[in-house]
């Protein structure tokens, strides 16, 4: 018998729900570092999308931290999740790994983006972090993952080391999918160019017909970006859906291809691109 204890209750808790023509917060429960303020209606395809901008206090991770968040999209709701602006991951004490869990439930007809900011991986930072996205097979879920590199100093100082992990899982059953990265250095050469990378993943469970082609014409628009590469591919057949990669010169052009990709999952499933999210934009509305 385990002796494990329950897991950590998360810090950040939020659950979404339809009521009539839109989606609003249900569950709405945070304590430091995270902050959250006033909801947004911002799109008109899906009319009913609510946009959350979640906050820090801390405005960064640090070497013991841990953190968790919880995400629950329920049955024909829809929202967009964001974060107020790229994270910094400081430097570690050896031996110190700052540690994220996010928990992703979407329900039946419902959609979730969730879109944080990269992260920036400071000189000596290590982080482990975990996505798990338990999705119905009527649900859509389209979750970004990137980080970039920054020495302040100049000198080329790397981080110590990144361990990313996503879970896929259909309707609360086996695991349909398992993505792992493990890192400690972005190598030599060529290689060595990029400096900033990000994974797009659009978990379909019960199919889209079109995903072949999005991921075709997707690899084609992304090959237009200077200082990208990027490419797109169906899932593997028992988690369905669409895997995208992105590496870049630089954090810009990675952004550019993140939007590329959030765009043309919106025109497939909504039949239209959605608006600007430009944070201060956002800010005056409140």
């Known amino acids: 018998m385990s002796e494990a204890g329950p897991a950590p209750r998360p810090q950040l808790d939020l659950a979404f729900a339809r009521r009539f023509d839109r989606t609003v917060l249900d569950r709405r429960l945070f304590r430091w570092p995270f902050a959250l303020t006033r909801t947004f209606a911002l799109d008109r395809a899906p009319a009913h999308m609510l946009t959350v901008i979640v906050q820090t206090s801390s405005g960064a991770l640090h070497g013991e931290d841990d953190l968790r ?25 050896p031996g110190a790994t700052a540690r994220e869990h996010v928990a992703i439930r979407v329900e039946d007809g419902a959609y979730l983006e969730y879109m944080p900011e990269p992260r920036i991986l400071f000189p000596e930072a290590a982080l482990a972090q975990t996505i798990e996205i338990d999705c119905a097979a009527g649900g859509f879920a389209l979750v970004c993952d990137g980080f970039t590199v ?44 990029f400096k900033a990378f990000a994974s797009l993943t659009l978990a379909a469970p019960g199919g889209a017909p079109g995903i072949a082609a999005l991921a075709d014409a997707l690899t084609a628009r992304l090959a237009s970006v200077p200082d990208l590469y990027g490419a797109a591919s169906p899932l593997p057949a028992a988690a369905n859906g669409l895997g995208v990669r992105l590496a ?15 765009s043309a999952a919106r025109v497939e499933f909504h039949g239209a691109p959605p608006p600007s999210r430009r944070k201060a934009e956002e800010a005056r509305c409140g």
């Open 150 to 193: 920054h020495d302040p100093a100049g000198r080329g100082r790397g981080f110590r080391r990144l361990v990313s992990s996503m879970i896929l899982r259909r309707g609360g059953g086996e695991s349909a999918m398992v993505d792992r990265v493990d890192i400690s250095s972005l190598g030599w050469g060529r290689a060595a160019e």
């Open 69 to 93: 968040q919880r995400l629950h999209v329920g049955p024909n709701a829809a929202a967009h999740v964001t974060t107020q602006g790229a994270s910094p991951v400081h430097r570690a004490d």
């Open 248 to 262: 870049g010169r630089d954090l810009r052009a990675v952004r550019a291809g993140i939007a590329i990709a959030w």
